[in-house]
């Protein structure tokens, strides 16, 4: 029997979860790390190559045990590199994926250009300009980096015009998206994973709530949502990947306001608020990535019960709690750092609430959300 081998670029506990999830496929792995980029997570899992600068692509692929697809656990992975890959075999989602997301303008105009919703924005390049579009877009308004801004880094909420003045030393010229604070109910997600003959599947929408920017619980399938919801974000999610020829695993993070689903922001990959997945459905987010680049029948997306995700951010511990699973990263303990995540399962939402909050105090000492 061929043995099938799927490459990983990056070596982190996204990559370390889609090789646990898709092994009893009969897949093998091998990953790629950037540089110096720590290993830990997939250490055993396969084989892992380093790359540095130079590096000959043929002999990089080779060393990698020239496997049948490749793909990439986080946005930030360089695109020439993607690119390169591609001259060896395919790469999944494809490379221009990469270079839409990880860059917050070419985002969002590219969502537009879908003809899909977001917040209103402008682009700024300095302090001057992040004035002006602050000006014409009024209070409350976000300002984010372009590149290199995730679980709350590089970004300020101004809610006036001390706000504004007190942050005008930590905005050096440099890229930024100037975005109108919108009043929004909650914000949800959605997970779609897409093959490249166009097949489809998405997982219920997921209710999320953060911690300092970081995200600390999902929810799913999301209280309370209606039918409607439902279909307006798979539309959403289907219209973007289809425009896009995308294929695997694409993360959709929305705002529910009165006049409707805001798009917030995309990530091409399996995402923390899809971890639920691993014990909440029948066939998890990493498995279907997987078979989605392979082009392999996609699995069942249903969640059978009420299911919730608690990341554990700075805390390595196994909670006495009832639980369905602790999943250990196995990295170094710092402050804030995704540690690992608990997944809960329930028979209603309202048993499953009050469960939450004796996880968090377990976790972390506090009986209600840190806020």
């Not at 399996?270 to 997945?277: A, I, K, L």
Request: net charge negative; charged share 20%; with cysteine.
């Amino acid at each position: 029997m061929t043995v099938r081998r799927v490459g990983i670029v990056g070596c982190g506990q996204l990559a370390q979860m889609m090789a646990q999830e898709a092994r009893p496929l009969g897949i093998e792995f091998s990953f790629l790390a950037e540089g110096d980029e720590n290993t830990t997570c997939v250490e055993g899992l396969g084989t892992i190559v380093h790359a540095g600068e130079g590096d000959d692509i043929a002999s990089l692929y080779q060393a990698m045990g020239s496997p049948e697809v490749i793909t990439a656990e986080r946005e930030g992975v360089p695109v020439e590199l993607l690119r390169a890959l591609e001259q060896c075999c395919p790469v999944y989602p494809r490379p221009d994926a990469f270079e839409k997301t990880q860059h917050r303008l070419r985002e969002k105009t590219a969502i537009t250009a879908a003809g899909l919703p977001v917040a209103p924005f402008l682009p700024a390049n300095n302090y001057d300009e992040i004035c002006a579009a602050v000006k014409q877009l009024g209070y409350p308004s976000f300002i984010k980096s372009c590149e290199h801004g995730y679980d709350g880094k590089n970004q300020w909420r101004v809610n006036s015009d001390e706000d504004l003045a007190a942050i005008a030393n930590d905005v050096p010229e440099s890229e930024y998206v100037v975005e109108k604070g919108i009043h929004f109910s909650r914000e949800v997600s959605l997970i779609g994973a897409r093959t490249a003959d166009g097949k489809v599947v998405t997982y219920p929408l997921a209710e999320n709530d953060h911690y300092n920017g970081t995200l600390l619980v999902s929810t799913a399938p999301a209280p309370h949502v209606s039918e409607a919801l439902q279909h307006t974000a798979e539309t959403y999610l289907a219209t973007l990947m289809n425009a896009w020829d995308y294929v695997g695993v694409l993360a959709m993070e929305c705002f529910v306001t009165d006049d409707g689903l805001l798009i917030n922001e995309l990530a091409p990959r399996v995402h923390n608020s899809g971890h639920w997945t691993l014990a909440g459905a029948k066939t998890s987010q990493f498995a279907n990535h997987v078979r989605a680049i392979l082009g392999m029948e996609l699995g069942d997306t249903a969640a059978a019960r009420p299911a919730v995700m608690i990341n554990m951010l700075g805390v390595d511990k196994k909670p006495a709690l009832q639980n369905e699973g602790v999943w250990s990263y196995g990295k170094g303990l710092r402050p804030g750092r995704k540690m690992g995540h608990v997944i809960l399962l329930d028979d209603s939402q309202d048993a499953l609430a009050e469960r939450i909050d004796s996880m968090l105090e377990e976790l972390y000492g506090e009986t209600k959300r840190p806020a």
